[in-house]
């Protein structure tokens, strides 16, 4: 009768730690899943905000406009913007680029040709500072990196000698790089030449 006692004890005590690790099991469960629940619901809200403002700068995007000089008629490379080839309109700030350009210098070209339609943009345009005026009959010439010069700067007048001689006086700087001169058309041929065969170089009178 005594061992049926202790061996009831012993049984319940027994079954007392098991519930009692049960209860803590379950807990321990439900406290992870309240973990699990908290954290999807606050990746949820970020993901649902992130969306809306989304929307919202979009929209935003499409509602605002800005002006912009826009081509009218087709222009060459090359050819001067005026009132007569660009206008300005109010353009959605969603399809507008962002390097757009609202005005123009007197003097401003083409970089490329260009057609009716297209957003003007400052890669699209040549300031009048960068550009250099040819005059009517001259050929563009490139010369060697290398070759000798004093310091330069655009519409410098310089001379083209060889050894002792004078190929072309007066040529006109045109660009810097690269190094590119406009001269006379009954020189070209001799200067390119000559500048080829690394003959030549440049005397500026300034």
């Known amino acids: 009768m005594k061992s049926l006692s202790l061996f009831l ?17 379950l807990h321990v469960k439900r406290s992870a899943q309240l973990v699990a629940v908290l954290a ?47 206008q ?3 353009i959605p700030l969603a399809i507008t680029p962002d390097d757009a350009i609202e005005n123009f210098a007197a003097g401003d070209t083409a970089r490329f040709a260009l057609q009716p339609n297209t957003a003007l943009t400052a890669s699209m345009v040549s300031s009048a500072q960068e550009t250099v005026a040819v005059p009517d009959g001259w050929r563009i010439v490139a010369l060697p990196t ?5 310091p330069l700067q655009l ?43 690394g003959e030549a170089s440049l005397i500026s009178a300034r």
Do not use: C
């Open 9 to 25: 004890r012993a049984a319940a005590q027994q079954f007392s730690v098991l519930t009692q690790r049960l209860m803590l099991a």
């Open 155 to 197: 519409r410098d007048s310089v001379d083209v000698v060889a050894g002792q001689a004078v190929i072309a006086a007066g040529v006109i700087v045109v660009s810097l790089q690269p190094l590119t001169i406009a001269v006379p058309a009954d020189l070209a041929a001799s200067v390119a030449s000559v500048a080829h065969l």
């Open 88 to 90: 300005r309109f109010n």
């Open 146 to 150: 290398d070759m000798p010069s004093p």
């Open 40 to 86: 999807l619901s606050l990746v949820t809200t970020a993901l649902i905000t992130y969306a809306l403002r989304t929307a919202s700068a979009q929209q935003k995007k499409w509602t605002s406009d800005r002006a912009v000089l826009v081509v009218t008629s087709p222009l060459d490379e090359g050819d001067e913007l005026t009132a007569q080839n660009t």
